[in-house]
Antibody, heavy 117, light 107 residues
């Protein structure tokens, strides 16, 4: 059974870089496509971007200049870096698996709350 | 980017009643639309994808319909565990986007 677990600091200072990792168990990250989605407190969901099993990425244009995603196949992890954070980046961050090659998410991590302050 | 509008922020219903949730896209998304359910403190859960396909393990009381710009999620008879927030999402055009959500609450 596939499981995803986010890890990273709960607090990040303004202007610094937010770094999160997602550890995948039960499947190899090279067999699927992966995503990061965030949700500000009490608000809706926003796609940050996705990374293919090849390592190719696609980022939301609203965040593209600040986002980097990568795979670490040796640890079966993928990661998110978001630079120059502000209070507007305070959110629950979810790592997730795409359903096949579709844009649907069939498996989610539990999420990690990151506060910029 | 494509904007998805869920016209009702909150829907107040009783267990056993039928729930009808709508999602309208700012331009056609064909049938590239999904519905998710989110309960407090949990990640969303995929219910319906490609407008009308139920994900594995989703009860038959959940159904989706629509194409183009207008979509509906129907819950035929609300169970206590169905009271939650529901989001639609499109994957027709990047960036993929979500609606703002409809909360189904107990009346």
């Amino acid at each position: 059974q596939v499981q995803l677990q986010e890890s990273g600091p709960g607090f990040v200072k303004p202007s610094e870089t937010l770094t999160l990792k997602c550890t995948v168990s039960g499947v190899s990250i090279t067999d699927y496509y992966w995503a990061w989605i965030r949700q500000p407190p009490g608000k809706g969901l926003e796609w940050i971007g996705y990374i293919l099993s090849s390592g190719n990425t696609n980022y939301n244009p609203s965040l593209k200049s600040r986002v980097t995603m990568s795979l670490d196949t040796s640890k079966n992890q993928f990661s998110l870096k978001l630079s120059s954070v502000t209070a507007a980046d305070t959110a629950m961050y979810f790592c997730a698996r795409r359903l096949g090659t579709s844009g649907w998410i069939d498996t989610w991590g539990q999420g990690v709350l990151v506060t910029v302050s | 980017e494509i904007v998805l509008t869920q016209s009702l922020a909150t829907l107040s219903l009783s267990p056993g009643e039928r729930a009808t949730l709508s999602c309208r896209a700012s331009q056609s998304v064909s049938t590239y639309l999904a519905w998710y359910q989110q309960k407090p403190g949990q990640a969303p859960r995929l219910l319906i994808f490609d407008a009308y396909n139920r994900d594995t393990g989703i009860p038959a009381r959940f159904s989706g319909s629509g194409s183009g710009t207008d979509f509906t999620l129907t819950i035929s008879s609300l169970e206590p565990e169905d009271f939650a927030v529901y989001y639609c999402q499109q994957r027709s055009d990047w960036p993929w986007t979500f609606g703002q959500g409809t909360r189904v609450e107990i009346k």
